[in-house]
C-alpha cells in the first residue's frame, strides 16, 4: 500500500482481514470502507462479518452474512472448516469460525439442522457404505446417484457435475475427499435418518454435504 497509494479493491480486502486477524477490529472496517460493495470480495464479505460481530454491531453483521448468503446460498461453517484447515494454530480457526458462527453463517448447507435421535451411529453407516449405491435428490429437488465400491472409490453423479474420489468412515461420520471440491480436503459429516422419507420416494436418509443437502435411499 506504500508503493500504490491507490491500489486495487481486493488489497483493503485482505488489509482488513490482517487487522482483524490482529485484534485491530475497528482498523478493519476502516480499511474495509475503501471498497465499494459491488467491489467487495468474498472474503472481505467475511472480514466484514467477523469484524461487525466481534464488535457487536450484529445488525451490520447479519448484513454481511445475508449479501454472503446471496452470492453462495449453500455457505457453511463445516466447509469453510475445512477450507480453511490450513490455520495452523486452532485459535487462529476459531476466531474466524466463532466470529462467523456468532454473524449468522449457518453450521450445515442450506442450515440443515438433523434430529440427534435421527443420526446415524457407525455400525448403521457401514451398512449403508461399500459396494452400495445411493440414489436420491438433492436439496433443489435435482436427481442425483453416487456409486460406492468396497474399496473406499465413490463417483457421484448429479444434473451439474460429475464427481470421483475416496469415502470413509471417521467414527459416526461418512467423509469423502476429491481434488473438485473444497481444495482437495477431506469433508466428513453425520447421515441422518429421514422421519417423513421412505423407499418409493428414495429419501429415507439425509446426508448434508459442504454444498448442499442429499436426501437419498440405497440399492445394493
Known amino acids: 500500500m506504500q508503493l500504490d ?37 468474498d472474503l472481505g464479505l467475511e472480514t466484514l462479518a467477523m469484524a461487525n460481530a466481534r464488535l457487536g454491531r450484529m445488525a ?3 448484513d454481511a452474512v445475508a449479501a454472503i448468503l446471496k452470492k453462495i446460498p449453500e455457505q457453511n461453517l463445516a466447509a469453510y472448516r475445512a477450507v480453511y484447515a490450513h490455520h495452523r494454530r486452532q485459535q487462529d480457526l476459531d476466531h474466524r469460525l ?28 457401514r451398512a449403508l457404505t461399500g459396494d452400495r449405491t445411493w440414489v436420491g435428490r438433492q436439496h433443489n429437488g435435482a436427481p442425483f446417484v453416487m456409486e460406492l465400491s468396497a474399496n473406499g472409490d465413490f463417483a457421484l453423479s ?14 459416526n461420520l461418512f467423509c469423502t475427499q476429491s481434488t473438485a471440491t473444497l481444495l482437495g480436503r477431506k469433508f466428513c459429516a453425520p447421515v441422518f435418518r ?27
Not at 481486493?10 to 459491488?38: C, I, T
Not at 448429479?158 to 467414527?171: E, F, K
Not at 448434508?208 to 443437502?213: G, L
Open 60 to 62: 451490520e453483521a447479519h
Open 158 to 171: 448429479s444434473q451439474s457435475s460429475i464427481i470421483t474420489g475416496a469415502s470413509s468412515l471417521d467414527g
Open 5 to 41: 497509494p491507490k491500489p486495487r479493491a481486493q488489497v483493503f480486502d485482505y488489509y482488513g482481514f490482517v487487522l482483524y486477524m490482529n485484534r485491530q477490529y475497528e482498523k478493519a472496517l476502516r480499511a474495509l470502507s475503501q471498497v465499494q460493495p459491488e467491489e467487495r470480495s
Open 194 to 220: 429421514n422421519p417423513q422419507g421412505s423407499s418409493e420416494t428414495q429419501d429415507e436418509y439425509v446426508w448434508p454435504d459442504s454444498v448442499t443437502v442429499w436426501y437419498f435411499s440405497v440399492s445394493q
Open 98 to 125: 466463532d466470529a462467523l458462527r456468532a454473524a449468522g453463517i449457518p453450521e450445515r448447507s442450506f442450515d440443515f439442522r438433523g434430529r440427534e435421535e435421527d443420526r446415524l451411529d457407525g455400525s448403521l453407516l
